[in-house]
């Protein structure tokens, strides 16, 4: 496996480790749907923090916002 392969693959496998996390934590009513979304929106606003101190990699953090927003937006959708 190439190098940018297994970043990928990494990232991945962490993004679904926490998705699933956070399914369990609801679903054992650890958590309730709006927790999840505090969850995203501080990691959204971490994420916008650390871009200022990483300017070469704008690519990968305009990506991350994206995909950010777009759960948020999601949940927005299913919440209604």
Not at 50 to 73: C, G, K, T, Y
């Amino acid at each position: 496996m190439q190098a940018p392969d297994a970043v990928t693959a990494s990232n991945l496998v962490s993004s679904v480790t926490m998705a699933g996390l956070l399914r369990c934590l609801v679903q054992k009513g650890v958590l309730a749907p709006g927790d999840i979304r505090e969850i995203y929106e501080t990691a959204l606003m971490l994420l916008e923090l650390q871009q200022a101190s990483v300017p070469a990699r704008q690519e990968a953090f305009v990506a991350a916002r994206a995909a950010l927003e777009n759960s948020l937006q999601s949940r927005n959708r299913n919440a209604n």
